[in-house]
C-alpha cells in the first residue's frame, strides 16, 4: 500500500513539473515582449531642448575635459528629438554658486536647466578612484527637477572614459537613429589657375573651385593645357568640409634634333693675292731660269775657246745679236 501510494505521488510530481516550467516560460516571455526597457522610456519620453554642461573632474587634464564635452555635444546631436544648446563658458562650479547650490543634485541642476529655458539638462563627471575611474552620467528633468536618468560606469584606464561615456548615452537614449548624409563643402585649390575640375567622371568648372560634394570616396580629376593629368582618389567626412590642394607638373617638351646644312667651303680669290710673291711657283721657276741662264753664260764667256777680245755684251734686239760675245766667231 505505501509502494502503491509513493508511486502515485511520484507520478503526480512528474506530470506537474512540466506545467510549472511551461508557465514560468510564458510569463518571461510576456515581460519580454510586453515591458519596454529602460532605454526606450526614456527614448519616447525624453523631448526637448537639453542644455549639456562641462564635464567635472579634478583627476583629467583639461584637454580631456573638452574632449568628454565635445563628444557629449556630438551624441546628443545625433537624436532627432533633442534640440541641443551650446555648452554654457561658465564652469558648472560657478553656475551651481549662482543658484546658492553646492552639489550638483538634480534640483540644483534643474535651476540652472530654468536659467537656460532648457527642457532637460546633461551632467557629468569623473571620480579617481584607488582602482580606476568612475563616470557618472546625469540626464535631469528640469520641470520635474529629478532625473530621469542616472548611469555609472567604471573603467581602470582614462583612455577608455569616451567609449563608456558613449555606452552610458546610448542606454539611457538607445542608439541613435541612422541619419541620412549631407552635402559638405568642397574647396579644390592647385598651384595654377584655369584647369578643368572634374569629380567621379563629371565636370565641375575650373580652378580654383568651390561647391558641395557628399560625403564617401570619390574620384577628383584635373586637366590643364601643357599640365600633366592630375587624379587623386578622395575621401570626404560626414558633416566635415573638405579642402584639396593640387601640385599640377608642367610636362617636358623634347628640343627637335638640330638641322645640319651641307656648305661647301668656297675659296677666296683675294686670298690668293694677298699672298707673298715668293710663295708663288712662277716666281721660284723664273728665278731657277735666271740663274741657270747667267751660269751658263759665265762659263761660256771666260772659257779659253771663246774670244780674246771684246767686251761682253746682252741685248735683246735681233739686230745686234752678231755683236755678242756667244754668236761673234774668232
Known amino acids: 500500500m505505501f509502494l502503491a501510494s509513493s508511486r502515485v505521488a ?68 545625433k537624436y532627432s528629438q533633442f ?34 529655458n532648457a527642457d532637460f539638462v546633461f551632467y557629468t563627471d569623473v571620480v579617481k578612484k584607488p582602482k580606476g575611474f ?30 563608456h561615456l558613449e555606452k552610458a548615452m546610448r542606454i539611457m537614449f ?23 575640375v572634374s569629380l567621379d567622371g563629371s565636370s565641375l568648372g575650373s580652378l580654383p573651385y568651390k561647391g558641395s560634394i557628399m560625403p564617401g570616396k570619390h574620384t577628383l580629376r584635373i586637366v590643364k593645357r601643357g599640365y600633366e593629368n592630375y587624379e587623386r ?20 617638351v623634347k628640343a627637335p634634333p638640330p638641322i645640319i646644312k651641307d656648305v661647301t667651303p668656297v675659296a677666296s680669290t683675294t686670298a690668293g693675292a694677298a699672298q707673298p ?3 708663288e711657283w712662277w716666281f721660284w721657276t723664273a728665278a731657277s731660269a735666271v740663274v741657270v741662264a747667267t751660269v751658263t753664260t759665265l762659263i761660256v764667256a771666260y772659257s779659253d ?16 745679236v752678231e755683236n755678242d760675245a756667244i754668236f761673234s766667231s774668232p
Not at 90 to 104: K, Q
Request: aromatic share 6%.
Open 10 to 77: 511520484s507520478e503526480t510530481r512528474c506530470t506537474r513539473r512540466p506545467i510549472r516550467f511551461e508557465a514560468f516560460f510564458g510569463v518571461v516571455l510576456l515581460f519580454l515582449f510586453l515591458v519596454p526597457t529602460r532605454a526606450a522610456l526614456a527614448q519616447s519620453s525624453a523631448k526637448g531642448t537639453v542644455l549639456p554642461l562641462k564635464t567635472v573632474s579634478d583627476a583629467l587634464s583639461e584637454g580631456k575635459l573638452n574632449a568628454l564635452s565635445l563628444v557629449v555635444m556630438e551624441q546628443l546631436r
Open 305 to 320: 775657246d771663246g774670244p780674246s777680245k771684246g767686251g761682253l755684251i746682252f741685248t735683246f734686239d735681233p739686230a745686234q
Open 233 to 252: 582618389t578622395i575621401q570626404v567626412t560626414v558633416g566635415k568640409g573638405y579642402r584639396h590642394r593640387a601640385v599640377l607638373r608642367a610636362k617636358q
Open 277 to 279: 710673291i715668293y710663295k
Open 134 to 163: 568612475v563616470l557618472n552620467t546625469i540626464f535631469v528633468n528640469v520641470s520635474k527637477r529629478k532625473s530621469e536618468e542616472t548611469v555609472v560606469r567604471k573603467t581602470r584606464k582614462e583612455k577608455n572614459l569616451i567609449r
Open 83 to 116: 534640440k541641443v544648446q551650446d555648452i554654457p563658458e561658465t564652469d558648472v562650479l560657478e553656475l551651481l554658486m549662482e543658484h546658492d547650490c553646492f552639489e550638483p543634485t538634480p534640483a540644483c541642476l534643474a535651476k540652472i536647466g530654468e536659467g537656460s
Open 174 to 196: 538607445g542608439r541613435p537613429p541612422k541619419m541620412k548624409p549631407r552635402p559638405v563643402r568642397l574647396l579644390v585649390e592647385a598651384n595654377v589657375e584655369g584647369g578643368d
